[in-house]
């Protein structure tokens, strides 16, 4: 039991530290793709990618920002070519 609540508070001081970053992944993703649905998708796609990253978490508040970046750049760009892919 007490396990769980260790988890349970580290989810919960993970998710403190991600609502940090969560504006800004998505106006990083805005910025490229100029599409609020496509947005936000990088958005989510970038904080649950950061989320199992645990080194991401050790980094200082300035470094997580960069790291944000990097990321949001990322699923931008895939959810920008999953979009443009044609069906099969």
């Keep these: 039991m007490k396990q769980i609540t260790m988890t349970n508070r580290e989810l919960l001081r ?3 530290v991600l609502r940090q970053h969560e504006a800004y992944a998505y106006q990083a993703a805005y910025y490229l793709l100029e599409d609020e649905a496509q947005a936000v998708r990088a958005a ?5 990618a950061l989320l199992r990253d645990e080194s ?3 980094l200082y508040p300035e470094l997580q920002k960069q790291q944000v970046k990097r990321m949001a750049i990322k699923h931008s760009l895939q959810t920008k070519a999953s979009v443009l892919q044609p069906s099969p």
């Excluded at 989510?44 to 649950?48: C, E, G, I, K, P």
Aim: neutral net charge; aromatic residues 18%; without cysteine.
């Design 56 to 58: 991401f978490f050790a």
């Design 44 to 48: 989510s796609d970038t904080l649950a």
């Design 14 to 16: 993970k998710a403190a």
